[in-house]
């Protein structure tokens, strides 16, 4: 079955090491998000991409980038990793830019 | 800038009634719009949508209601069952332009569902 996965589930790093989380989706899908979930915030959209070599900022974009060099991946690279950055990460994908979009299971990251 | 709000973080119904979560938005562009449901430590799945050309549209146990004009929707779960209690997020896309495709995400409501 096709499916959206994350890796790793759950990271522990330090202050100012640089992260990467994966996301692999098998749907085929043109359109991926990344989105970070704090309380009190819902989920909030870091990059987004359109297809390969494609990538825009959301709304939380700062310390995070992204790039986009085929369709089934689309890994978030902290830069330098800060405290605040200590959240649940969430890829998602979608087939349409109408339709719903499909969530992995999430990547718990705390950066001490 | 919060386009979507839910304004209640939690709400708790006993099983059997009528759970009502509701949703505003204020960017009128907005033509599609999401509910998906959270469990912990799982990504968010999605739930029901509803088109702005609709104002309700229903699956199963299960029913968004939306009302344009005072840009607001709700969703209906009848009855409530223990397995419903979970986050629920409203979402909104539209918009065209550089908006295509984002889902835009209230900050969510707890529901518990109580026997």
């Known amino acids: 079955d096709a499916e959206i996965t994350q890796s790793p589930r759950h990271k522990i790093t330090e202050t100012g090491r640089q992260v990467t989380l994966a996301c692999h989706q098998t749907?085929?899908?043109?359109?991926m998000f990344w989105y970070r979930q704090d309380l009190g915030h819902g989920l909030r959209l870091i990059h987004y991409?359109?297809?390969?070599?494609?990538?825009n900022k959301g709304e939380v974009s700062d310390g995070y980038s992204v790039s986009r060099s085929n369709t089934e991946d689309l890994p978030l690279t902290l830069e330098s990793a800060a405290s605040s950055q200590t959240s649940v990460y969430f890829c998602?994908?979608?087939?349409?830019?109408?339709?719903?979009?499909?969530f992995g299971p999430g990547t718990r990251l705390t950066v001490t | 800038d919060q386009q979507v709000k839910q304004n209640s973080p939690s709400l708790s119904v006993q099983e059997g009634r009528i759970s009502i979560l509701n949703c505003d938005y204020t960017?009128?562009?907005?033509?599609?719009f999401l509910w998906y449901k959270k469990y912990p430590a799982e990504g968010p799945t999605f739930l029901i949508s509803?088109?702005?050309?609709?104002d309700k549209n229903e699956d199963g146990r299960f029913t968004v209601f939306l009302n344009k004009s005072a840009k607001h929707l709700s969703l209906h779960i009848v009855p409530s069952q223990p397995g419903d209690s979970a986050v629920y997020f409203c979402?909104?896309?539209?918009?065209?332009?550089?908006?295509?495709?984002?889902?835009?995400f209230g900050r969510g409501t707890q529901l518990t569902v109580w026997p």
């Open positions: 998602a994908s979608s087939e349409s830019t109408l339709g719903e979009q499909y």
């Open positions: 749907w085929n899908h043109n359109n």
């Open positions: 991409s359109y297809g390969v070599q494609d990538t």
């Open positions: 960017n009128s562009m907005f033509d599609y």
């Open positions: 509803i088109s702005s050309i609709k």
């Open positions: 979402a909104a896309s539209g918009g065209g332009g550089s908006t295509l495709g984002r889902l835009y």
